[in-house]
T-cell receptor, first 113, second 119 residues
C-alpha cells in the first residue's frame, strides 16, 4: 500500500483565493482525519469522518473551512476565501476500526500571501 | 475533556545515553495512549501505543513507554540514544469513554518535544 496520499505537497496562494487540499486514505481504513499543524498551536484536529460520514467538525475554525468525503477513497478540505492566518501544514490521517494508531500523510504546506 | 501535556519543549541527550521524553495526560476514564515521531518535512509516524495490559509497552526503533496510572504519565524511553533519533515527538491520548462508535475517533496531541541527540 502506498500509504495516505496527500496533494499537493506545497501550495502558495493569494489571500482571497479558494484552496482545495486532497487526501486518499489507505484502502480499508474507515476513519479519516484532517489535522492542522502550526508552531503556535501545534496539532489541531479539524474534522474526522467514520465510514465517509462527518462525525465531529468542532475543530473547523470558521465557515470558510469545509470538508467532504464523497467516497471511501477520497476526501477534500476546502478553504474559501483563504487568509494569511490559514498558513500551516495540513495533515490527513486514516485508521482502521479500533485504536491501532493513525497513518499520516506527508502533509500539504499551505502558504497564503 | 481529554488533554495531554509534554512539559519539555526540547530534550538534549548525548549519543549512547538513555533518553526520556515526558508526557502526562488527563481523561475521565481509562486512557488509550500513543507516541508518534515526526522527522523534518514528514508526516507523523506511529511509534507505540498503550491500550490495556502490561504497563511497559515496546515499540519501533527500540523505544518503549511506561504507563503509570497513579501519576497519569506515559513517558517515552530508550536505553541508548542514536543521533538518528533526533526528531519531534508527540504524545497523544484518547478517552474511550467518548467513543462515538463506528470507527476510530480523534486523538488529542501534545505540543511536541524536540529531541536532540548530540554526537
Amino acid at each position: 500500500d502506498a500509504g495516505v496520499i496527500q496533494s499537493p505537497r506545497h501550495e502558495v496562494t493569494e489571500m482571497g483565493q479558494e484552496v482545495t487540499l486532497r487526501c486518499k486514505p489507505i484502502s480499508g481504513h474507515n476513519s479519516l482525519f484532517w489535522y492542522r499543524q502550526t508552531m503556535m498551536r501545534g496539532l489541531e484536529l479539524l474534522i474526522y469522518f467514520n465510514n465517509n460520514v462527518p462525525i465531529d467538525d468542532s475543530g473547523m475554525p470558521e465557515d470558510r473551512f469545509s470538508a467532504k468525503m464523497p467516497n471511501a477513497s477520497f476526501s477534500t478540505l476546502k478553504i474559501q476565501p483563504s487568509e494569511p492566518r490559514d498558513s500551516a501544514v495540513y495533515f490527513c490521517a486514516s485508521s482502521p476500526v479500533g485504536f491501532y494508531g493513525y497513518t499520516f500523510g506527508s502533509g500539504t504546506r499551505l502558504t497564503v500571501v | 475533556a481529554q488533554s495531554v501535556a509534554q512539559p519539555e519543549d526540547q530534550v538534549n541527550v548525548a549519543e549512547g545515553n538513555p533518553l526520556t521524553v515526558k508526557c502526562t495526560y488527563s481523561v475521565s476514564g481509562n486512557p488509550y495512549l500513543f507516541w508518534y515521531v515526526q522527522y523534518p518535512n514528514r508526516g507523523l509516524q506511529f511509534l507505540l501505543k498503550y491500550i490495556t495490559g502490561d504497563n511497559l509497552v515496546k515499540g519501533s526503533y527500540g523505544f518503549e513507554a511506561e504507563f503509570n496510572k497513579s501519576q497519569t504519565s506515559f513517558h517515552l524511553k530508550k536505553p541508548s540514544a542514536l543521533v538518528s533519533d533526533s526528531a519531534l515527538y508527540f504524545c497523544a491520548v484518547r478517552d474511550p469513554a467518548s467513543y462515538s462508535g463506528g470507527g476510530a475517533d480523534g486523538l488529542t496531541f501534545g505540543k511536541g518535544t524536540h529531541l536532540i541527540i548530540q554526537p
